[in-house]
């Protein structure tokens, strides 16, 4: 079977949907595991005071309140985002960090083109663009919603193996449901996993001074029941890979999944794999 964009955009706007409020009741953890790396994409986006920030696939909105902190009273962000409900999110946490200089608006990250061209100083996605059917097409857009000398910075995560916190409950989904592996190409959270290929795309939709870095992010939790209840409660497409499957046996993939993450348990709680990419460059 072919792979079909717009019923996949449509399919991820309703997986978000309905796990937005999971999503954002574990924005604590969310922060504490992304914090760094977010820093360091803000870094490589160039957001300082007075920065107009766009965030694409913003989600709850985390990145994109430290970018408004970051701009402060003179700049300016906007989170955008396919999921209206996940965007309430992201604004009602913005206005209780007291932050006037952010707004949101729901827009498909390769519909950039309904943005005014040169309106933003830098552009950031947080682990959202490597779910674009059409990376080449939301990236073309991002370069022209930036001004002359903007820059764009996203983080991504790396490969399966560096990854096993996510992945292994994603193999053995995929094995119990009797699914097909993704195809090459296709959007997934590991599709950007080589450093390489992500420069390249960067540089063929007209990105120069590329910024690769690989770093460390492991995922800190009391146990792995908990690494479970945060994916449970939050990863909208694991409940769509098991939606063929009985309730029961669902449950019995869960607890499978929970068994094979208790390798990463230590005496100083869960500690599970995981490794991103963080790369910047220039219009």
């Not at 519909?111 to 779910?131: C, K, M, N, Q, T």
């Not at 690494?227 to 499978?256: I, N, Y």
Request: proline share 6%; net charge negative; glycine share 10%.
């Amino acid at each position: 079977m072919s792979f079909d964009a717009e019923q996949y955009k449509r399919t991820t706007r309703s997986q978000w949907e309905e796990y937005a409020a999971g999503w954002a009741a574990w924005a604590p953890l969310l922060e504490s595991w992304l914090g760094d790396a977010t820093e360091r994409m803000l870094d490589m986006a160039g957001v300082t005071g007075g920065s107009r920030v766009l965030d694409v696939a913003a989600g709850a909105g985390g990145q994109a309140i430290a970018a408004a902190r970051r701009a402060g009273p003179g700049g300016h962000v906007l989170a955008t985002d396919l999921s209206p409900t996940i965007l309430d999110h992201a604004a009602k946490a913005a206005a209780a960090a007291g932050l006037g200089n952010f707004d949101t608006r729901e827009l498909d990250g390769e519909r950039l083109h309904e943005l005014d061209p040169a309106s933003f100083d830098a552009a950031i996605s947080r682990v959202g663009f490597i779910y674009f059917p059409n990376r080449d097409q939301a990236l073309r857009g991002i370069h022209r919603a930036l001004a002359e000398g903007g820059r764009f910075a996203t983080v991504t995560y790396s490969t399966a193996a560096t990854n096993q916190f996510f992945s292994i409950p994603v193999s053995i989904i995929r094995e119990r449901a009797e699914l097909p592996p993704p195809a090459v190409g296709q959007p997934g959270p590991f599709s950007l996993a080589d450093p390489e290929l992500l420069e390249s795309e960067l540089r063929a939709a007209g990105f120069g001074e590329v910024e690769v870095q690989v770093v460390d992010a492991p995922v800190r939790l009391p146990s792995a029941a908990e690494c479970v209840r945060f994916e449970k409660e939050s990863f909208g497409a694991l409940h769509q890979m098991l939606g063929g499957m009985a309730p029961e046996d669902r449950e019995d993939v869960w607890t499978e999944i929970e068994d094979a993450l208790g390798q990463f348990e230590t005496p100083d709680g869960f500690v599970g794999p995981c490794e991103l990419v963080i790369a910047g460059a220039s219009r």
